[in-house]
């Protein structure tokens, strides 16, 4: 797992702009399922048939995009200010280094006046070294996108750290989990989905959604934790197992779902421990209640320093959400 996330990490995706990491997925997916599209709004959505016809359908869902900056104005001199997409902290993003969609390398930084305590993006620009405006739009134009620079790096045991993390971790369980399905056998149909514009307000999970019209949904992405010095209290913890989502400010998910992963949890000795979140959201609401709706849960890979340069996981967590959705699909 850790060699296609170090590769899915190095292809920088802002929402909105997932052409190249979709390209990459796709190259992975394809060879594993009966049939792969990408829809109208972006998303990839690749169809492994069940063996029996008039099965339920399953859809697995990962958001494929991250969180970055959007170039609205160059000065003069040659700096570069921007707008935020999506839930970005100013002062995590403080003199980072940042890369362009186009691959053009610079800094964030806030006005030499501003303080920490004053930290707005609207007080923030990106220097890429540009002597004059004229330089700088030889290599970047308005409406570019920049994310912090993404980075992989191996820490304690199977702990890693580095981003995009939110969610090309999540990406990798599901081509994990795709992989099994080709090797084993599965009564239901099963689409899965690495989604658009999550970042942004959950909204290629709906399109998606709504087009495959799924009886159950399985969402996979990080969440917070409670395991690191004066964290607000929450029951999540690095390296604790899968974590089986009951609640965010977004989703209450479905009973059914919630109990049946812990029951497959317990009685396939597969690390887990409940989330309730409550702060923030995942696709796992725009499938609930898209069409008719559908019976969803999620499972989350319990991650310090969310939107952050240097998101925390462990791979044990991620393997953990990977066994618990097989069993969870075989189970139907």
Do not use: W
């Not at 929402?15 to 998303?43: F, H, M, Q, W």
């Not at 220097?127 to 405006?133: E, L, P, R, Y």
């Not at 820490?155 to 993390?165: D, H, N, Q, W, Y």
């Not at 239901?188 to 159950?216: H, N, P, W």
Request: proline fraction near 4%; hydrophobic fraction near 40%.
């Amino acid at each position: 797992m850790f060699t296609i996330l170090r590769t899915l990490i190095n292809t920088p995706s802002v929402s909105g702009r997932e052409e190249k990491i979709r390209e990459l997925i796709k190259k992975y997916i394809t060879p594993l399922c009966d049939e792969v599209y990408t829809d109208a709004l972006g998303n990839l959505i690749a169809h492994k048939k069940g063996s029996l016809e008039n099965a339920p359908k399953v859809m697995l869902c990962a958001h494929m995009d991250e969180i970055g900056f959007l170039v609205t104005f160059i000065e003069d001199d040659g700096f570069i200010r921007i707008a935020p997409v999506g839930g970005i902290s100013p002062a995590a993003a403080a003199f980072s280094e940042v890369v362009s969609e186009n691959g053009i390398a610079g800094v964030i930084v806030p006005d030499d006046t501003t303080k920490p305590a004053d930290y707005k993006l609207d007080k923030f620009y990106i220097d890429i070294g540009a002597k004059n405006k004229k330089e700088a739009e030889k290599r970047v134009k308005i409406g570019d996108f920049f994310v912090c620079r993404p980075s992989l790096t191996r820490l304690v045991g199977k702990r890693i750290a580095g981003r995009p993390l939110d969610d090309r971790i999540g990406c990798a369980v599901l081509i994990d989990v795709a992989e099994y399905f080709t090797k084993n056998s599965h009564s239901c149909d099963l689409y899965y989905v690495f989604s658009v514009q999550e970042e942004v307000g959950c909204r290629g999970a709906k399109t998606a959604a709504f087009g495959i019209s799924a009886d159950f949904g399985l969402v996979f992405d990080v969440t917070g934790t409670g395991d690191v010095p004066t964290s607000k209290p929450m029951a999540c913890k690095v390296g604790d197992g899968a974590a089986i989502k009951i609640k965010d400010t977004s989703v209450i998910c479905h009973k059914d779902v919630v109990d049946k992963l812990i029951e497959l949890a317990e009685a396939n000795r597969i690390n887990h421990q409940t989330e309730i979140l409550t702060y923030g959201g995942t696709d796992t609401s725009a499938i609930q209640m898209t069409g008719s709706g559908a019976k969803v849960g999620a499972l989350s890979i319990p991650s310090r320093y969310i939107h952050s340069g240097v998101e925390l996981c462990d791979l044990s967590d991620a393997e953990a959400c990977a066994k618990l959705a097989e069993k969870f699909i075989e189970s139907i």
